[in-house]
């Protein structure tokens, strides 16, 4: 499983177009006026952060490379 985040347009800030980064060390983007850290976990789940507050909508897309996965959503307003 990975987390790939795009905004309105389509522009991918981090894993798109079936390109995935090497996230075992920590990444920091700039996306929709805030900073957010991405790291894959080593027990391959993914952790992408942000404090907000966004500027924009973005688009976070998860994809799966297993069916049997747990996946957990933590959204703060």
Same mark, same amino acid.
């Given at each position: +499983?990975?987390? !790939?985040? &795009?905004?309105?347009?389509?522009? @991918?800030? *981090?894993?798109?177009?079936?390109?995935?980064?090497?996230?075992?060390?920590?990444?920091?983007?700039? +996306? !929709? /006026?805030? $900073?957010? &850290?991405? $790291? +894959?976990? =080593? =027990?391959?789940? =993914? @952790?992408?952060?942000? %404090? /907000?507050? *966004?500027? =924009?909508?973005?688009?976070?897309?998860?994809?799966?490379?297993?069916?049997?996965? %747990? *996946? $957990?959503?933590?959204?703060?307003?």
């Amino acid at each position: +499983m990975f987390v !790939a985040v &795009k905004d309105e347009s389509g522009h @991918y800030h *981090l894993n798109g177009h079936l390109i995935v980064e090497n996230g075992r060390s920590e990444i920091v983007r700039h +996306m !929709a /006026g805030s $900073k957010f &850290k991405y $790291k +894959m976990l =080593d =027990d391959s789940r =993914d @952790y992408l952060y942000s %404090l /907000g507050p *966004l500027q =924009d909508s973005l688009i976070i897309q998860v994809c799966l490379r297993n069916v049997d996965r %747990l *996946l $957990k959503f933590v959204i703060n307003t």
